[in-house]
């Protein structure tokens, strides 16, 4: 087989991974030379915020509890000024990717360094793509000055994630893999990581929703979070995530869950375009159709599979088709209106591809 030509950029950033690691946070925020550090968290992740802060002691200077998903412009505003008023020189996001993201709006901002703590599977920890929402539309766009200079990845911050929420975000994560093996900027490296990842993340969630403090388990499942959001940062995604990005910032439905319903029915699109990558993703899954086999993860598990079961109308599907079909971009297949507007139905429905 002749290996393609491609262009591969690696980007500075430091991965710190294994269980007990948060123990190191201190270390790891002198090696950013920050003297003062704001922690970011949701409402319901309050209290892992304030153990983030007890270990910073001096040089924490405060907790900002109100990231929420889709990262609205009123709340990436509120952050910023309350990170200049407490003279803030670095944020320490704790979390999952509404906490990232809302790192990431302050760092578009003000270039503040963030340093994450990922405790679910969104991986946005380990790009520098940023998305925030305004008037109902979720903008976004790419500044590696957004991009987490140091990641702290510590599996047992994960044990109480919820089964529920554990499969939808490994699922998630899935999805970022899977969509980077058919990129038009695709590598070889990324096509490793991508399948390692995907597959890493087939073993651990059953393994985890069968016994959710299996260490190992969450271990995995981390793991291969950071391999697919690895690819997620350094290749281009396509329709699968533009129509997650619509369903999610135009009709405010739940992130993990919109992707791991639409992402079967994204790959069955695509599947006839892009062969190799559907191959490798079935391969990854022990399964004969990377569409089926991404589905049967996600049913078997106890995940949602059908977009009208999370708060989809019906009578907003031709809208979201016709927001999918705005600003064209790179797909293996090109965008049909009637075929995306079957896709979106097959999703609301959710039969299996």
Not at 82 to 90: K, S
Not at 180 to 204: C, F, H, K, T, W
Request: glycine content about 8%.
């Amino acid at each position: 087989m002749t290996t393609p030509s491609f262009v591969y950029n690696s980007v500075p950033q430091r991965v710190v991974f294994g269980a007990g690691s948060l123990q190191h946070l201190a270390r790891e925020i002198d090696a950013l030379g920050a003297r003062r550090a704001l922690v970011l968290s949701t409402p319901e992740q309050r209290p892992q915020a304030e153990r983030v802060a007890d270990m910073l002691g001096a040089h924490a200077a405060g907790v900002f509890d109100r990231a929420v998903m889709h990262v609205p412009i009123e709340t990436a505003r509120e952050a910023r000024e309350v990170a200049h008023r407490l003279g803030a020189d670095c944020a320490v996001a704790i979390g999952g990717g509404s906490t990232t993201g809302l790192g990431k709006a302050i760092a578009l901002d003000s270039g503040l360094p963030i340093l994450a703590i990922p405790t679910t599977y969104a991986g946005s920890e380990m790009t520098p793509i940023y998305g925030i929402t305004e008037a109902g539309m979720k903008k976004t766009g790419k500044d590696f000055k957004v991009l987490p200079r140091t990641v702290i990845y510590d599996p047992e911050l994960s044990l109480s994630l919820p089964v529920a929420m554990s499969v939808t975000s490994g699922i998630n994560a899935i999805a970022h893999a899977a969509e980077g093996l058919y990129a038009v900027d695709s590598n070889p490296v990324m096509d490793l990581m991508a399948q390692e990842g995907i597959a890493a993340l087939g073993r651990a969630l059953p393994a985890l929703r069968a016994a959710p403090k299996d260490l190992a388990a969450r271990s995995d499942a981390l793991y291969g979070a950071w391999l697919c959001g690895t690819v997620l940062g350094n290749v281009g995604m396509a329709l699968h995530h533009k129509l997650c990005h619509t369903l999610g910032g135009s009709f405010n439905l739940p992130h993990a869950e919109t992707h791991t319903i639409v992402l079967p029915h994204a790959l069955a699109y695509n599947a006839e375009a892009a062969p190799q990558a559907m191959a490798r993703i079935a391969k990854a899954l022990g399964g004969a159709s990377a569409a089926q086999a991404v589905y049967d993860l996600a049913r078997d598990n106890g995940a949602p599979v059908a977009l009208r079961d999370i708060g989809m109308k019906a009578s907003d599907l031709d809208l979201a088709c016709a927001h999918a079909l705005t600003n064209q971009y790179p797909n293996p297949r090109p965008l049909v209106r009637d075929a995306i507007r079957a896709l979106l139905q097959n999703a609301w429905e959710g039969v299996r591809p």
